[in-house]
């Protein structure tokens, strides 16, 4: 069973901060790549930010420069620093993790937390 936990949402004024965390645990063998994505109400699912296991990045175009995304791959953990926030990026924010379970390679989503920024 492999579960992953976000944390770090919140309520926060257009120009401010906040720092995602998101754990996953349980019988991990390996983890490939970690995500965010992000959902606000009537829009789909979209991506944020992915990180693959050597450390490459890859940005949506509406977070560049302000987002940065980082893993701790002994803590099975991947973070989301949010800088610069603006009203439109309220949402709430899911982290993935592509990664292999016994025999299986499987994609895995969190719970989702809340990021609400106030104009």
């Known amino acids: 069973q492999v579960q992953l936990v976000e944390s770090g949402g919140g309520l926060v004024q257009a120009g401010g901060s906040l720092r995602l965390s998101c754990a996953a645990s349980?019988?991990?063998?390996?983890?490939?790549?970690m995500g965010w994505y992000r959902q606000a109400p009537t829009k789909q699912r979209e991506l944020v930010a992915y990180i693959t296991s050597g450390g490459s990045t890859n940005y949506a175009d509406s977070v560049k420069g302000r987002f940065t995304i980082s893993r701790d791959n002994a803590k099975n953990t991947v973070y989301l620093q949010m800088n610069s926030l603006k009203y439109e990026d309220t949402a709430v924010y899911y982290c993935?993790?592509?990664?292999?379970?016994?025999?299986?390679?499987?994609?895995?989503w969190g719970q989702g937390t809340q990021v609400t920024v106030s104009s």
């Open positions: 349980g019988s991990i063998f390996s983890i490939r790549a």
């Open positions: 993935n993790a592509d990664l292999i379970s016994g025999y299986t390679t499987a994609l895995y």
